[in-house]
Nanobody, 110 residues
Framework: QLQASGGGSVQPGDSLRLSCAATDRTFADSAVGWFRQAPGKEREGVACISAGGSVAFYADSVKGRFTISRDVNKNTLNLDISRMTPEDTAVYYC?????WGQGTQVTVSS
């Protein structure tokens, strides 16, 4: 089970950290990632990270602003978002294989 948190309403230019807590210990042995779904759009992958945490990939649209990280000891996954824009408004989901978190809403508006 994955539990996402950290969403909220922010202003353009703000930063935010999303977190995802996993209850399954196999989470630490899997590549995991963050997806988002904006209103009226399909879900898209924004970042993923290897099981060991040493390799990360980002969608072109978020490179330089999003940073994915994981804490193996705490069994958590994080997504740091900076210089936010209204285009970042979406429900953000964490994912591990076939398991999805419930999503956390992020709204960016002035």
């Amino acid at each position: 089970q994955l539990q996402a948190s950290g969403g909220g309403s922010v202003q353009p230019g703000d930063s935010l950290r999303l977190s995802c807590a996993a209850t399954d210990r196999t989470f630490a042995d899997s590549a995991v990632g963050w997806f988002r779904q904006a209103p009226g759009k399909e879900r898209e992958g924004v970042a993923c990270i290897s099981a060991g945490g040493s390799v990360a990939f980002y969608a072109d649209s978020v490179k330089g602003r999003f940073t994915i990280s994981r804490d193996v000891n705490k069994n958590t996954l994080n997504l740091d978002i900076s210089r936010m824009t209204p285009e970042d408004t979406a429900v953000y989901y964490c994912n591990s294989g076939n398991t999805w978190g419930q999503g956390t809403q992020v709204t960016v508006s002035s």
